[in-house]
Structures are given as C-alpha cells and as structure tokens.
C-alpha cells in the first residue's frame, strides 16, 4: 500500500521575533491527503495555509510535530524532485526567456537536456504560451505568468503538486482550463494540494477540504459535507404578479423573491406539491424548481466567523 | 551546481556587473596592447618600449609589469570584484524566485556554492584578462615565460575567494547586497590594518586585553593584505610564509559551512 501523499501529525509552527514577541502559525495541525486526491486547503488570510504548505516543501521549518510528503521527511532534497510547486507571489528572472527559465527549473529537478528537449515545448503549448517563448518573461504578462508558473510546476511530472492561488490573474477561459487540468492530473493518480480563495472552484474539483482557522484545523471533510440542503425550494416563474404572490403565499412560507424567483420552505414535500397544483390552478407556468443548497463559501464564512 | 553557476553568469551579464567587470578589464588590457611594443635588437636582446619610450630588456621590464598588474587586481579591483559578486548572493533569496528554487530538489548547499563559485568565477575572468593575457603576450611576441605568475594569481583569487565567502555567510543573515558590500570594504581596510598592528595599533591601544583580543582578530580573519604581498613575492622569487595561506584556508572553510548551515535553517 503506497503511503498518504501528505500526513502530518501535531504541525506546530511558532514563529519568534526578538522585539514583536512570537506569532502562532499553526497548531497542531493533522491532516492527510491520499494518493489520488485533489485536497483544498481553505482558510482567511493569516490563518497558516501558506505556512503549511511550505512546511511541507522543506522551506519552512516546524517548530515541533511532524510532516511526511510522499512517505519522506519533507527537508530531504531528492525526494522534491516529484513535487511541484506553484507559490502565490512569483518572481521570476526577468532576465531569461520562457525556454531558459524551464530549462533552469528542470535542471534544479535533476532533468537531463533530452528530456527537457521533449517536455518544454509541449508544456509551453500545453500552457498556451508557445507563440510567446521568444519573449523575454519581464514582458510577460500577468496571466502569462501565471501560465508559465503552471509550466514549471508541471515539467518533472510531479506526483504531488501544491498550487498557490493558481488561477490567480487568469481569465475565466484561462480558469476553465486550469479546472479541466486538474482533473486530468486527478485521473492521472496525481494528489494536488489546492490553496485557492475562489470557494467555487475548490466545490468544483476538490475530493477533499481543511479549514484552517487562527492555524487549527477547524473542519475537514468532502465539499458535499460542507455544503447541505437548506430547507428551501428555489421556483422560477414565467410571471410574478399580485395574483401568483396571493397564491403562493397561502400555500407555503416565502423566503423571499427574486425578480421572478422565490425561495420558499415547505413543511413536507405534500405541501411542495400543493403548490405547484395551486400555481398550476392558475395558470402559472413554472420554468424551474430545485432545491437550495448552501455553498462552500456560505459554510466558510460561517465557520470562520465563529468566536 | 553547475547549473546554479552558468544561470548565475547569465544572471551577472544581465545586471551589467559582468559586463562593466569585464569591459573595464578589456579596456585596461588594451591600453596595455596599444602601449606596448616589443623589439628585437641586433644582439637578440627584446626591448620593451611603452608609449614610445624605451624601457628596457623585455626579460626585465616585463615581471615588473605584471607584478603591477597583480597589485593592482590585489587591491582597487577587489573593490570592483566585491561590487560585482555580492549581488549574486544575494539576489536568489528575492521573496517568490527563493521558494521557486529551494523547492526543487536540490540541495540548499549547491544552491550556494554555486553562486558563490559564480561570483569568484567572474573575478578570476577579469583577472585572466587584466593579468594572464598580458603575460601570454609578453610570452609570445618577446619570449618572457610567465613563471610562477600563475600560482601567483591564483594566491591573488584565493584571497578574494576569503573575503566572498565572507560575503556570502553574511548574505544569508541579511539578504541585501548592501551590507555585504560595506563588509567587504571593511575586510580590506582591516586586513591591512591588522597586518600593522603592531605598528599602526598598539602605540594607541596599550591595554593587553584589547591587543590580544587584536592578535585573534588578525590570526581568525582573511589575511588579503598579506596574501597580495605573498603573490607578489612568489612570483619575483622572495621569501614566502605561507601561514596566511593556511589561516586564510581554514577560514574560507569556517565561513563557506557556516553560510550553508544559515541557509539551511533559513525559512522562506
């Protein structure tokens, strides 16, 4: 049996300041991600995602507690090169162009000149950015760097990616692709560690969540544990006038309405059906009717609102 | 490490201190070229003649220019070397490139031996061109051989290789080019301070605490001063003490382990 893609056991992080005392990134933090597995790290700003996951690529060390990426001790160097990483802020040598920063990148990986050969043209088409590669990366722009970043992250055909914000200055074309290639490197076997602000995409692609709260994990669990039935049914109505308002009014208890939609909740599914007879009855065309979930984001601003 | 090395010359190119380092060196060495001219006269003797007058046989004149040479990349162009080489030992700890690189897998360590070694590269290449092709030159168009001129530059580098791998231990407490820069600039005051103490200090400092805590400053820190006057010396032939070559080693070794201990413990 291959070991968990990550697992930590009891993280701490401290981190001391000789005159503004210590800061407190995590505390006992203990998750594990299997092989396989897309897992979305959540939290506000400040709450010790990026501290972990840098943890966890040997750049940070813990101040007690301990880490295993890939079955390793994460300060180990060789065992990084089937990792990737895509860190929020990049700065890249501006100096080079899109071939020669990959080409550096690959050879920090221990990738021969062959393989490298084959792989960046590829991945810069792969990326969309085979039509810039002549360009030096200061003219780059910021979703290009962006790309270019994803490039790298990808160029040792890691088995474990950690990605920062990876949509960040893309636009929604550019993020349906990004979703569409993590799902690829799902199928593939690869774990993908997701830290991303954008709550609709980690609802989207992740298998798993952790919400980290002032460096606690606050909830982990599947995005469909974090998201449940509100109670509420949503109907889109081909008219919304006086008359339809009476009528549904009298049948269920209105939440609210929304041009022509209203949020109502039912008792029972008898008197969801009653309704729809009385609206029926009237006649009302009814263009829509689903059940109202809440959303990750609902459920994130809950949780972290908590004392 | 090789890798690090080419990527950090390229880096060194692209930020102009390369390019200055080098264009100053083929500026001076074609000063050199333009001056210089070697004749044969009837008896066979070579005759140096620099800009128009005559100096003397080449067998004689050419050591003492080159022997200028070595004191001048021993003391105004460290300054310059310094200027050119801190920046690469700084610059790939920049917050974003830093993360991007030790995430890789590859040792903290070869991360910066291979800067560091780029940074001493880009000195050794000017003092090829400002000090070794002159000689290749006065070796083939008057048949002076260079002689021990070799290993005298290479005690040259060994020197600066001191005050860089100072720089670099520094660089990773501070990641600012600036601070590193001001050190190296006080190294080499020091040194030659340290190297006359006797002289220059303990008339003024007589209590014995302070000279002693002086003699271990001397026998730990790089001995520059000393060494540009050793290399010097062993290329004329002069007596050479090799204890500055000794300490100056093991501090180089100190320096370089306790730089990539800091950088090992470094969080990004």
Known sequence: ?307 | MGTVLWFALRESFHRRMALVLLALSLIIVGVFFWGARFETQPGGNVMVILAGRLEGRADKVIPTLLQQHLMFISGPWFILGIFAGAPLLTSFLEKGWAEMQFSKGIGRWQLFLGRYLAALALFAASMFLLVGVPALYAWIAAGVPPGRLWLAMAIVLFSFAAVLAMLAAVAMAVPNPAIPIMLGFVQTILSAVLAERQAMLYEVITAKWAQWLIDWAYRILPKTTELGGLAISYYRGGTVVWWPVWSTGAFIVAVLGLGIWGLHRKSF
């Open chain 1, 1 to 307: 049996m291959s070991p968990p893609a990550v697992a930590t056991q009891n993280l701490e992080k401290q981190f001391r300041s000789l005159f503004r005392g210590g800061t407190r990134a995590l505390a006992g933090v203990s998750i594990t991600a299997e092989p396989g597995q897309i897992f979305g790290l959540l939290g506000q700003n400040g709450a010790g995602k990026t501290t972990l996951v840098k943890i966890l690529l040997g750049l940070v060390w813990p101040t007690s507690g301990s880490a295993k990426v890939l079955g390793h001790n994460p300060l180990e160097a060789r065992p990084r090169r089937r990792i990737g990483y895509l860190p929020e802020q990049m700065r890249l040598p501006e100096h080079l162009k899109a071939e020669s920063f990959l080409r550096y990148m690959g050879r920090l990986n221990g990738l021969d000149s062959r393989t490298l050969r084959q792989r960046i043209p590829a991945l810069l088409e792969q990326v969309g950015l085979a039509g810039d590669k002549r360009k030096l990366l200061r003219e780059y722009s910021k979703g290009m760097q962006q790309r270019i970043g994803l490039a790298q992250t990808l160029l040792n055909e890691p088995d474990l990616l950690f990605l920062d914000e990876p949509t960040e200055g893309l636009d929604p074309v550019g993020r349906k692709e990004v979703r569409d290639l993590l799902v690829r490197l799902r199928v593939q076997g690869k774990t993908i560690f997701l830290n991303s602000h954008l709550l609709s995409e980690i609802e989207l692609v992740c298998d798993r969540c952790v919400i980290l709260r002032k460096g606690e994990v606050a909830k982990e669990g599947t995005p469909a544990e974090f998201t449940r039935d509100t109670g509420e049914v949503r109907m889109r109505l081909a008219r919304a006038d006086e008359t339809v308002q009476q009528a549904v009014a009298s049948a269920a208890e209105v939440q609210r309405w929304e041009n022509s939609s209203v949020y109502v909740r039912p008792r029972d599914r008898v008197q969801l059906n009653a309704l729809i007879d009385r609206l029926r009855a009237l006649p009302v065309e009814i263009e829509a009717i689903e059940p109202v979930r809440s959303t990750l984001e609902e459920f994130f601003i809950d949780l972290v609102k908590e004392p």
